[in-house]
């Protein structure tokens, strides 16, 4: 179901391929996206567009997808981003530790884009009504 409100979300995977799958699905859900192949290039990105969401791999270079989290928390926009994190990663304590670095939610690849996209919805149609 699109969104009522075109929502921003940045997306930063350091593999193209599903970098470009997740933005064609999302794009035509209603989002408005802006992405990234690393994680300096993501926070920069965030910076400069402050978007409402961002999903995040979490094993990228130059900056790893938890330092980015950290960083936007650091920033302390209001109201704040649903961050996801994506990842490889599939250890309880992994995962615990994407949510202490800030994340909302951790899902591990392969994660089917309608979970990412159910995560992201109901968050946007809670503040949308």
């Known amino acids: 179901m699109p969104l009522r409100h075109s929502a921003r979300l940045l997306i930063a995977d350091d593999d193209a391929d599903l ?14 996206i802006r992405t990234a192949r690393n994680g300096l290039d993501a926070l920069a990105e965030y910076c400069a567009w402050h978007p409402q969401a961002a999903l995040l791999d979490v094993e990228m270079p130059r900056l790893d997808g938890r330092a980015v989290a950290r ?25 615990n530790e994407s949510l202490r670095s800030g994340f909302n939610h951790h899902f591990v690849k392969p994660v089917p884009m309608h979970v990412i996209l159910a995560a992201l919805t109901k968050r946007f149609r809670r503040t949308s009504d």
Do not use: C, M
């Not at 970098?19 to 408005?32: M, R, T």
């Not at 960083?71 to 995962?95: C, F, H, M, N, W």
């Open 71 to 95: 960083r936007i928390r650091y920033v302390a926009d209001t109201p704040a981003p649903t961050l996801v994190a994506v990842s490889g990663l599939e250890q309880t304590e992994e995962k």
């Open 19 to 32: 970098l470009a799958a997740y933005a064609l699905y999302f794009s035509a859900h209603g989002f408005d």
